[in-house]
């Protein structure tokens, strides 16, 4: 896809067409990552967002049991 460079101000930006918008649930805040031959600009999300429905899923599989026990029996609670 060709797009053009539109002043704004003093600055220069660029146009995403609404489908674009859409299809990739933009929302006001996007991220800018410079690369060494290209720029990618992808939607902004919250930190963690989607650990609730992970861990919901983990759950339901059986997954989230401890790897390892919280206490070990040649612990010696006296030093």
Do not use: C
Request: hydrophobic share 35%; no cysteine.
């Amino acid at each position: 896809m060709e797009i053009s460079l539109i002043t704004i101000g003093n600055s220069k930006g660029i146009r995403i067409p609404k489908k674009i918008i859409e299809q990739y649930n933009m929302q006001n805040t996007l991220e800018l990552i410079l690369k060494k031959e290209y720029i990618i600009i992808k939607p902004k999300h919250k930190a963690r967002e989607g650990w609730e429905k992970s861990f919901q899923q983990l759950h339901a599989n059986g997954d989230d049991q401890l790897m390892i026990p919280d206490v070990f029996t040649d612990e010696n609670w006296e030093e």
